[in-house]
């Protein structure tokens, strides 16, 4: 069973009680937490995401008029929407929700008037995809509140479109992905082309994650992200100068890439290394996972950060110190960052009888260097977003 917050539970239920009224549907949508395969997702790659206990908790329910209620609990922000005029505002929050409610609307779902409430223990910026949460647990809520009959790729797929047209950002499908497909105690292993995908258990015997919100979020986040995209972009259309039958850098070899070099500005190569390394890192990551062999995942986490830093340049000087931490830490085996980059959270694979210990080590290291609290959190792996039954 999913440990549910009671406390944030409890908060969504009441303020939609004093709002709106007594009869309405409960629904959580995790974050999500990313192994290895960063970056990967949007060029056609691997990824090893998993659904996390840490989500938004939604009460929503119909309201007969043609008017959407929006009330975020967390930010105390509200706002009414005509059905008949949906398109982005300036509650940046509001947009994820607005976003996929077009996107339904666009696919012709007949969508009447709603009334939301919602609140959740995700911290915005630490790259555990609270967007996707709220893209896709309002895809999921308004398929359950409406009939709609909707897949589960028809959500994720909503959530993402959201993203693209309502928010600017052009990620990948990796974040809707986990937070839709997420099962307990494991993490998912997808193929971002075909949408392919196995379950796989955690099996590293001794070792636990941790992960630890550096709390800052630097500004190049979103703008950097779409730059990043333009420049695989740039590296596939040289390479099917010469290669017309290559669709993305998950066709492409290292070989194939260093044979073509004298042809790639600096940047743009060392951007298309890293995702296919990155790609190779992901696959070598699954045996090691089903095989239990902790050090050597522990090192592709060292690896991956080390090629996000360098070569991708997503990372910032908060992100590599607390990696380095996590190196000189003889209780650790394994850290990057995790997620988009340029703040947000690292992850790491810790002994687990040494968890807290290295929790309050890294504390103290950060906040001397930095002034800043660090947060470490304990997740559990858990299933996708869902109707919460009203006992618990
Ligand atoms: C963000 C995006 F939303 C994902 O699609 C993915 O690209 C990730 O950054 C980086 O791996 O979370």
Redesign the pocket.
Known sequence: MILYDKNILNTVQNAFRERYGEVFKLIFSPGRI?LIG?????NEGFVMPGAIDKGIYFAIAKNDQDVIRLHSLDLGEETDVKLNEVQPISLPWANYILGVVEELQKAQCKILGFDMVFGGDIPIGAGL?SSAALECGTGFALDHLFNLNLGKLEIIKAGQQAEHNFVGVQ?????QFANVMGKKAHLIQLDCRSLDYVYSPWAIEGYQILLCNSKVKHSLAESQ?NQRRLECDTGVRILQKTHPEVKSLRNVSIEMLERMKVQFLEVIFQRCSYVIEENKRVLKASTALKEGQALQLGSLLYESHKGLSEKYEVSCKELDFLVDLAIAHPAVIGARMM??GFGGCTINLVKKSEIEKVAEEFQKAYLEVYQIHLECYQIQLTNGTHIINQEV
């Open positions: 990313n960063e970056h990967t997702d949007y995809s990620c990948g499908i990796m974040d992200y997620g988009g």
